[in-house]
Each structure stands twice: as C-alpha cells, then as structure tokens.
C-alpha cells in the first residue's frame, strides 16, 4: 500500500518539474506580458500545485521520516490549497491592474471591448 | 538505495535550472509587470521544491516554512498592482 | 550517490550568487519601483538560504518582514514623492 503512495508521489513531482521547466522556456520565450500569463499558469499550478500534492502522498508512504509524516502531509495539503487559491488571484490582479496603467498593449489582439485604443490589429503573429 | 532520496537527486537539477531561467526573466523583463510575474511564479516554485527538499534531508520540521512563504508573496503582488492602478486613477 | 548535505550547499550556493547579481541590479536602478522589485528577487533567494543553513524560524520571521512588509512601507513612501532617482 506504502509502495503504490510513493510511486504516485514520486510521478507526480518528476511532472511538476517538468512541467516547471517547460513554464520557464516559455517565460522566456513568449513576447508579451499577456501571453507570458499562460506560461505563469503553467508555472503556478502544474509546477507547484502538483509536486506539493506528490510530496505530501510521498510522506505519508515513507517510513524514515518517523511519526511526523503525517506533520510533512498534512502541510503540505495547506500550501497545495493556498497555492491553488492565491495564484490566479494574484496574476488577474496583475493583469487588471497592467491593462488599466495602459503599460503594456495588446499585441495579436482581435477584439478588445476594455479599451480600443490599446488594441493592435494584425499584429505581427 | 532508497528510490525516493535516488528520484529526487535526480528531479533537483530540473527544478534549479527552472529557477535560473525565472532569474533571468525577472531581472531583464522590459517592464515592471513583467518583473513581478517571474518573481511570482518562481516564488510558489520554490515553496513547491522546499516541501520536497524538506523529504530529502529527512528533516520534517522544514515543511511549514512553505505556507508563510505561498502566502506572503500574494501580498506582493496586490502591493505592486495597487501601486500601478492608484498611479493611472489620479491620487 | 552523491550526498545529500553537499548537493544542499551547492544549491545555497547558486542562490547566493544570484541574489548578488540582484542587490546589484537594485543598487545601480534608477527607477525606484524596479528597484523595489529586484529588492523582492534577493528576499526571495535570501529565504531558501535560511532554509538550506538549517534555520526554519529565521525563515518565518524574515519572509513577512522582507517579502511583505517592506515593500509595503518601501512602496507607500514612493507614492508620496517621485518615481525616478535624479542623478
């Protein structure tokens, strides 16, 4: 039973380092900061949400911790749940707060009904 | 030899080269937004890589410093973007 | 299997590195919001260096003070005057 939690564990957090990695390409690669937004969400829950999940299954299942794995699991629920909950809300209000500043414009923008002036039609891509 | 502590070593190399591209980011983004994204997006990562590091080392007491951590760097990013908007609103 | 205390120390050490490039970045910065925002960066770094030193209750103290409140006084006093440093 122990067995099975620590190789579902163990899956989980190699997905959320992957997933991380791939989150930080594209952090680097994309354009703009409203298309770097997809790459955050990535970043946010595939690579912290899950590897906090697959930990705390990996200590409930791991004997040399001792008595307090179940300290390390039932942490690590918490922040999963904070991290789930805190993330979007802190990138829309970054996002709200970017397009009302007129900071950043709208690159391949096909329709923007917030404010017209900050649309670019046809953008380059 | 223990799968977990063999996996992890592994997994570790994935997770620093992920928060050095983050750095990068976060020190040459053109504008402020941007800055603040990377910084975001890097800090739950490494509450995420705390939690399993606190497996690795077999210390289990380490694991609660990722709550203050996911929970304080939200307070970040209201600061920042309340900054932005109260600049375009007029004072 | 390389051990696990050693690998930890590399790690502290990339950290610390990256958060000297930070504290420069902050320190040559002529805009003042950037600089709050590279401030943030070596919070952040400084936080897993506590932590990987072995020191949790550092840890809870520092990340409310540098990460959230901080910025916060740092931010507000920047409101009330200029945005850019004059030379």
């Known amino acids: ?125 | 030899m223990d799968i977990v502590v063999t996996s992890i070593t592994f997994l570790i190399p994935i997770f620093l080269l992920a928060f050095i591209l983050y750095i990068i980011r976060a020190i040459k983004g053109p504008t402020i937004s941007d800055q603040v994204l990377a910084i975001d997006a890097m800090t739950y990562d490494v509450a995420a890589f705390l939690v399993v590091l606190s497996i690795y080392l077999r210390i289990p007491i380490l694991t609660a410093t990722a709550i203050v951590l996911a929970l304080w760097i939200y307070a970040l990013d209201i600061y920042i973007a309340k900054y932005l908007e109260k600049r375009e609103l007029g004072e | 299997m390389i051990d696990p205390q050693v690998l930890v120390l590399g790690i502290g050490a990339l950290a610390a590195l990256a958060s000297v490039v930070a504290v420069y970045f902050a320190v040559i910065e002529r805009n003042l919001v950037r600089a709050v925002v590279f401030s943030a960066i070596q919070s952040t770094l400084y936080a897993l260096l506590y932590y990987i030193l072995m020191a949790p209750d550092i840890v809870l103290v520092y990340v409310p003070v540098a990460v959230g409140l901080y910025p916060a006084v740092i931010l507000f006093l920047i409101s009330k005057t200029e945005r850019e440093e004059k030379p």
Not at chain 1, 87 to 99: F, K, N, V, Y
Request: include cysteine; charged fraction near 15%.
């Open chain 1, 1 to 125: 039973m122990t067995e099975v939690l620590i190789y579902i564990g163990l899956a989980l957090i190699g997905l959320g380092a992957v997933s991380d990695l791939i989150a930080a390409i594209g952090m680097n690669r994309f354009k703009n900061f409203y298309l770097r937004l997809h790459a955050a969400t990535i970043g946010t829950i595939w690579g912290a949400f899950v590897p906090i999940i697959g930990a705390s299954l990996v200590a409930i299942g791991y004997e040399p911790l001792g008595y307090y794995r179940w300290f390390v699991a039932g942490a690590g629920f918490v922040a999963a749940l904070l991290v789930l909950i805190l993330a979007p809300a802190g990138s829309h209000a970054l996002a709200r707060a970017t397009h009302r500043a007129r900071i950043v414009r709208v690159e391949p923008c096909i329709a923007d009904h917030l404010d017209e002036t900050m649309c670019i039609k046809g953008g380059s891509e």
